[in-house]
């Protein structure tokens, strides 16, 4: 983007575009159409490429809504594309037991990560971060998401398919996929924290109100007070994106935006991507993983900076 078409905190209303594309019309949290840029020279981008004459984005659907119009196949729906919305939870077995539905999706792990950040600002008691990890009900979340068939339950930062992935189980996840509340239970009393307040954020989906309860019900019966906070989808990373946002723990995820572990680790992770608006929604400033991303990030050799990667996600 060109500095002078730069308006700060206008430029949500009106981005410019130097693409094929312009925005035609948008209701917010509703709808937004992209159409033909008038002012694009395809002789000047030997990147971009107009394809359709106009994208029409709509927002807003519950996963069954959005589910049962994809099977439907019918009308405009047969030329459109799921971007956010998984399969629902609901329909996962009428999909993986239809060859013609089956053969239309994503079966494989792919490079996001849906994970928990710890605001670090709030939660400085390591033990008590700690227990947080040891009591989390992976396998109970991942049932209500569908079950095996739509995730794995994570034990690392870094997807499997990303480059730099390795391998290991800090908190014993795989061994415990429901949680060790004992154990979580035995570092809240060593740090004088049984009873320790958590505020979590999710966002408000049917879902989403499920895995809320599964999560309460995990940290409740480890010790933890527990209190959740439903944000509504449309403005949920603006919210917990804020650097006073209240929150304990939040519901996110990511993908990189490249294959490395630079895309990952530096916009969730780095201290230097903390900020109003930033994406590091732990805020975690350590100076030990600030240095070790900042010199992964540095090595050329492809091969090198993958094991760099791999060593700087233990």
């Known amino acids: 983007m060109p500095k ?8 949500d209303k009106r981005p410019f575009s130097c693409g094929p594309y312009k925005i035609g019309d948008r209701s917010i949290g509703k709808s937004m159409t992209f159409v033909r840029n008038v002012h694009w020279d395809p002789k000047t981008d030997s990147i971009r490429n107009a394809y359709p004459d ?3 984005f709509q927002m807003g659907y519950e996963l069954v809504a959005s589910t049962d119009r994809w099977i439907a196949d019918k009308g405009n729906d047969q030329y459109a594309v799921p ?15 239809k060859p013609e539905l089956k053969k239309r999706v994503l079966t494989a792990v792919d490079t996001a990560t849906y994970y928990w950040p710890i605001n670090m600002t709030r939660v400085k008691d390591l033990k008590v971060r700690q227990a947080i990890n040891h009591a989390w009900p992976h396998q109970q979340v991942q049932t209500i998401n569908g079950g095996a068939a739509t995730s794995e339950v994570a034990t690392t930062i870094l997807a499997p398919v990303t480059p730099g992935y390795s391998k290991f189980d800090l908190y014993g996840a795989a061994k415990k996929p429901n949680g060790d509340p004992a154990k979580a239970k035995a570092l809240l009393k060593e740090a004088g924290k049984v009873g320790y307040k958590l505020v979590i954020a999710f966002q408000q989906s049917d879902t989403q109100v499920k895995v809320a309860v599964a999560v309460k019900n995990a940290l409740e019966a480890a010790g933890f007070d527990v209190v959740t906070k439903q944000v ?18 939040m519901g996110a995820g990511w993908s990189p935006d490249w294959p490395n572990g630079y895309s990952q680790f530096y916009p969730c992770w780095s201290g230097k991507n903390i900020g109003d608006g930033r994406s590091n929604y732990a805020q975690l ?3 030990s993983v600030n240095k070790a991303i900042d ?20």
């Open 54 to 56: 106009k994208y029409v």
């Open 232 to 249: 509504d989808k449309s403005t949920f990373y603006t919210q917990i994106g804020k650097l006073d946002n209240g929150f304990d723990l």
């Open 4 to 11: 002078k078409q730069d308006t700060k905190e206008k430029y």
């Open 83 to 97: 971007i956010f919305n998984e399969v629902a939870p609901e329909r996962v077995a009428q999909v993986l037991t």
């Open 285 to 287: 400033n350590d100076p």
């Open 295 to 314: 010199a992964a990030s540095k090595i050329a050799d492809v091969e090198e900076a993958n094991k760099a990667w791999a060593t700087s996600t233990r």
